[in-house]
């Protein structure tokens, strides 16, 4: 008696088959709507079926449209770290629960060696940085992670000497550019000024770090924690009545200072927040 199951060979074939009718039946726009609904991890594996699907999701067109939809489905990043390691490793979770459920799972997007400090993030992409110690010179190491891609982009080192570096990435909504902020402190030993510098990030073209100066004046630190990133502009606060403001596009640095009444004695537990796409500081 015959095997009533087909041949592996056959199988394959009429996979082959289907796979030729789906992609010459079904309407092109239609393609990209089902593409856009799936996660991230699923489109890079996508991008091999065909050299079709390969420039559809690598599209401008399609990304924008995948990084809305995105932005509709907020998720809240976080790090764990081994005790006595290096590594570091990234975790994900939706920051509503549609479920309504009491819990949350979240989800392991990458494993970072080497980086010591989380500089921020901003549409996904995540800024760290590490320092390289070598007295009397410091370098620091600038990179920028994209978790769902799992795609490393390293920036130049910054060599700050003694003085602290921190560094800030940004988003330029016009011309569609992450940018990254690096600020080298003020220090008051050996008296060398507070230096600004800004660096594009991308794969296609040579990075570098391009000085910009402080218009206003005015020198700080520290940059606190707590900076938002508004309408194309980002703002970090420097101390109880200072905020510095950072025009993405123009690539200028201002320092705001804040009204009198708002004024506190501890800034570090007060919070810039976004309400309708106005600035206000919670203190």
């Known amino acids: 008696m015959k095997d009533s199951q087909p041949s592996l060979s056959r199988r394959r074939r009429d996979l082959y088959h289907v796979g030729n009718c789906t992609t010459t039946t079904i309407p092109l726009d239609l393609i990209i709507e ?18 079709l699907w390969f420039s559809t999701i690598r599209s401008k067109t399609f990304v924008d449209s995948f990084l809305t939809r995105s932005k509709n489905r907020p998720r809240l990043l976080f790090t764990f770290y081994l ?73 130049p080192d910054v060599t700050s000497g003694r003085r602290y570096v921190d560094a800030l990435i940004a988003y330029d909504t016009v011309e569609d550019q992450y ?6 402190m003020f220090d008051r030993k050996t008296q060398q000024q507070q230096e600004h510098f800004v660096c594009t990030v991308s794969s296609s073209q040579k990075q570098e770090w391009r000085k910009i100066e402080n218009t206003t004046g005015g020198s700080y630190k520290c940059v606190l924690l707590g900076h938002i990133f508004i309408d194309g502009a980002l703002y970090y606060r420097i101390d109880q009545s200072r905020i510095v403001r950072f025009d993405v596009r123009a690539e200028k640095i201002e320092i705001i200072k804040t009204p009198k009444e708002s004024h506190v004695s501890v800034a570090y537990d007060s919070a810039l927040i976004d309400y309708n796409g106005k600035l206000y500081w919670d203190v």
Not at 115 to 128: A, K, Q, R
Not at 179 to 184: D, I, Q, R
């Open 179 to 184: 940018k990254v902020l690096c600020v080298k």
């Open 34 to 51: 089902i593409l856009s609904l799936l996660p991230a991890k699923s489109l890079l594996q996508f991008q091999s079926v065909s050299k």
């Open 83 to 155: 005790k006595n390691s290096w590594e570091k490793f990234l975790f994900s979770a939706p920051e509503y629960d549609d479920d309504k459920s009491s819990s949350v799972l979240a989800r392991y997007d990458m494993t970072i060696s080497d980086l010591d400090e989380i500089c921020g993030s901003v549409n996904g992409f995540v800024c760290f940085r590490s320092v390289v110690s070598s007295k009397p010179v410091c370098n620091n190491k600038i990179t920028v992670y994209n978790p769902t891609t799992r795609h490393i982009m390293k920036l």
